[in-house]
């Protein structure tokens, strides 16, 4: 019988296992050989001085005082590219990690054990799970449930009903772009529903993808389609792409909803992307997640130390990050209404400009877009 478990060690996971007592007896459990591999994201974390703006009920930033040798480059800008080919720079400083090494060394440091090749088969009161030598149970008082967007406990306690948005991405070399600049680019023709990236890791080395939503895809497009005309046909960044080549493809799904309103049930707490914690407007769920496994780590140690209940979490996380994480939903919303053409959103865009979108990126909602909200169904047919 362990103290805790661990169910999932990507970025939520290790951060739970990190602030764990050590005193505690504690598992992690993945499915992955190598923790964090293969990368399944753009690997942007916004520097500490973002996060004060972006979670400023949060206090302790020190999560975000992150070492040099996980750091592949900082940007210093934003760059955000409507579908005629209009852009808007705003400054905000990004790191560029390697999502990988980072896990695994603050899953590693925590010196808990963890189990590799193991995967997540099933969940009734016990663990049920299979590595490549045979299928068992584990039983543990405490469950921190990190398995990602497609969470097997999720759906097991019945709460799995958050909006996924698919994701592929290309890790390329010989890109020739502003290495101090993240690109978005938007637009239905693009990026259906979602959004493409280019983002500069250094060296000539970037990652290049598109995150989609299946329903918003036209009949007989796949989501490899959407990200070779991004990377070959489309102007706008095919021109940084004219010499890249290929070094790694990846697939991933990410949660584009508001969090889910109980994390707690029983001795399970949701963490990170199974609970669907994420900024939605643009996906972005690595610093949430940092903050999220750190903060039901610690109060799982006073838990055990009879000093709070498991309960506290669902008010600790909600108390520092819901405000941003519902800010970007309903600008997420927002944008679904006024997005539906490439046409109108550039005509919306003759009004939005660059205090809005650095507000916005900001997880705030600027006056203009708290005005247009009600006036949207109006607007839609002026536009």
């Given at each position: 019988m362990y103290d805790v478990a661990v169910a999932g060690v990507g970025i939520a996971g290790a951060f739970a296992l990190n602030s764990l007592s050590k005193k505690l007896r504690v598992v992690g459990i993945d499915k992955r050989e190598k923790l964090g591999y293969p990368v399944e994201c753009g690997e942007l974390v916004p520097t500490k001085r973002?996060?004060?703006?972006?979670?400023?009920?949060?206090?302790?930033?020190?999560?975000?005082?992150?070492?040099?040798?996980?750091?592949?480059?900082?940007?210093?800008?934003?760059?955000?590219?409507?579908?005629?080919?209009?852009?808007?720079?705003?400054?905000?400083?990004?790191?560029?990690?390697?999502?990988?090494?980072?896990?695994?060394?603050?899953?590693?440091?925590?010196?808990?054990?963890?189990?590799?090749?193991?995967?997540?088969?099933?969940?009734?009161?016990?663990?049920?799970?299979?590595?490549?030598?045979?299928?068992?149970?584990?039983?543990?008082?405490?469950?921190?449930?990190?398995?990602?967007?497609?969470?097997?406990?999720a759906k097991k306690l019945g709460v799995w009903n958050y909006e996924i948005a698919a994701a592929k991405q290309y890790v390329m070399k010989d890109v020739e772009c502003d290495e101090s600049t993240v690109y978005m680019f938007v637009g239905s023709k693009i990026a259906p529903g979602g959004y493409a990236w280019i983002i500069p890791k250094g060296n000539g080395i970037a990652n290049v993808g598109v995150g989609i939503r299946l329903n918003y895809l036209e009949k007989g497009d796949s989501i490899h389609k959407v990200l070779e005309r991004f990377v070959r046909e489309y102007p706008y960044s095919s021109k940084y792409?004219?010499?890249?080549?290929?070094?790694?493809?990846?697939?991933?799904?990410?949660?584009?909803?508001?969090?889910?309103?109980?994390?707690?049930f029983d001795k399970i707490l949701l963490v990170g992307d199974s609970a669907s914690m994420i900024l939605s407007h643009v996906a972005a769920g690595i610093p949430i997640s940092m903050v999220a496994g750190d903060i039901a780590g610690k109060v799982v140690n006073e838990y055990f130390e009879g000093k709070a209940s498991l309960e506290d979490y669902d008010y600790m996380w909600r108390e520092k990050m819901l405000d941003a994480m519902m800010n970007s939903y309903r600008i997420k919303q927002l944008w679904d209404k006024?997005?539906?053409?490439?046409?109108?959103?550039?005509?919306?865009?003759?009004?939005?400009?660059?205090?809005?979108?650095?507000?916005?990126?900001?997880?705030?909602?600027?006056?203009?877009?708290?005005?247009?909200?009600?006036?949207?169904?109006?607007?839609?047919?002026?536009?």
């Open positions: 973002e996060m004060k703006n972006l979670l400023p009920k949060l206090g302790d930033y020190s999560l975000f005082d992150i070492p040099e040798k996980f750091k592949s480059n900082k940007t210093e800008y934003f760059e955000f590219v409507i579908p005629n080919g209009k852009s808007i720079e705003i400054e905000f400083e990004m790191l560029v990690i390697n999502r990988d090494k980072f896990i695994s060394s603050v899953a590693e440091n925590s010196g808990h054990e963890i189990k590799r090749k193991t995967r997540i088969m099933d969940y009734d009161g016990k663990l049920r799970l299979k590595d490549p030598n045979s299928t068992y149970e584990l039983e543990a008082k405490v469950i921190i449930a990190s398995d990602g967007a497609n969470s097997k406990i792409l004219k010499k890249a080549e290929i070094i790694e493809k990846i697939g991933a799904v990410a949660p584009v909803d508001k969090p889910l309103s109980k994390t707690v006024i997005s539906e053409t490439d046409e109108r959103l550039c005509r919306y865009f003759k009004f939005i400009g660059k205090k809005d979108m650095s507000a916005i990126l900001r997880s705030r909602i600027p006056l203009k877009l708290r005005l247009a909200e009600k006036a949207v169904p109006l607007l839609n047919v002026i536009f």
